[in-house]
């Protein structure tokens, strides 16, 4: 059989979901969001689960999307659905009732940035960046718009957006982006320990603490991606000029 292309595993009060497809650097495809989709709504609706850990496979965080796999002859079946595989799998995470920790290694581009944003706290690499290059390209950037509109001012959106610049890891932290910046290697422990400390609150705290903090900044993500879908639309006339280099 073949290997899932999300690992889930569930320990203590902690989920982590992994992205697994290493040999291309967790760049998306969109069976790959699919089942990130199914594990998150899957931790999402474990009570004992009080925290989630969003990381990849193999030393690096995603590497965007997989034009490969996206232009290969034949082409793939899954075009016909890509669209509602990102979207539901940017609901689940919109949705999402516990604290997410995001273990930022090596890198996240473009699409794979969108998910980094997802998180509520993101542990970074020292050498690990964070680009949104897709306006560069001629890209629309609605993910990446959704998220950095909901949780951080128009001026760090429009450094984001704008530069197309890989951030590094202190840069990110220097922003309000980043909740910390540690050695390349201890990336993922540290991002398991944070959320190991999440999901051994008491009484349900954590759940309950990001419900009141949605409520109090009034955080409605799951519109935000809506409104972000409508003002940066993707179309047939929208083609990449340059990709960035990993």
């Known amino acids: 059989m073949s290997e899932p292309l999300v690992n889930l595993s569930i320990e203590g009060g902690v989920a982590t979901v992994e992205l ?24 999402s609706a474990t009570e004992s689960v009080q925290a989630i850990v969003l990381c990849g496979a193999g030393g690096a965080f995603c590497s965007g999307l997989d034009l490969d796999a996206y232009t290969t002859e034949p082409l793939p079946p899954w075009l016909a659905t890509a669209n509602a595989s990102g979207a539901r799998a940017h609901d689940a995470l919109a949705r999402c009732p516990v604290p997410v920790v995001v273990a930022l290694e090596r890198y996240a581009i473009n699409g794979g940035a969108a998910y980094a944003l997802s998180g509520d706290l993101i542990v970074s690499g020292e050498t690990a ?26 001026s760090v959106t429009s450094r984001v957006i704008y530069s197309g610049d890989r951030f590094s890891g202190p840069q990110l932290v220097a922003m309000g982006i980043a909740h910390t910046v540690v050695a390349d290697d201890q990336v993922r422990d540290t991002a398991v320990e944070l959320a190991q400390r999440i999901g051994s ?35 047939e006339s929208f083609r990449p000029t340059r990709a960035p280099k990993v």
């Open 20 to 43: 697994n497809r290493p040999h291309r650097r967790n760049a998306i495809i969109p069976p790959m969001l699919d089942e990130l989709a199914t594990a998150v709504e899957s931790a």
């Open 129 to 154: 960046w964070l680009q949104v290059g897709e306006m560069i390209q001629g890209l629309p950037a609605p993910m990446n718009l959704a998220w950095l509109s909901s949780k951080w001012p128009a």
């Open 201 to 235: 609150a008491p009484n349900g705290t954590p759940r309950a603490m990001k419900s009141a903090i949605r409520s109090l900044y009034d955080v409605d993500i799951v519109s935000q991606i809506s409104r972000a879908r409508a003002v940066s639309p993707v179309t």
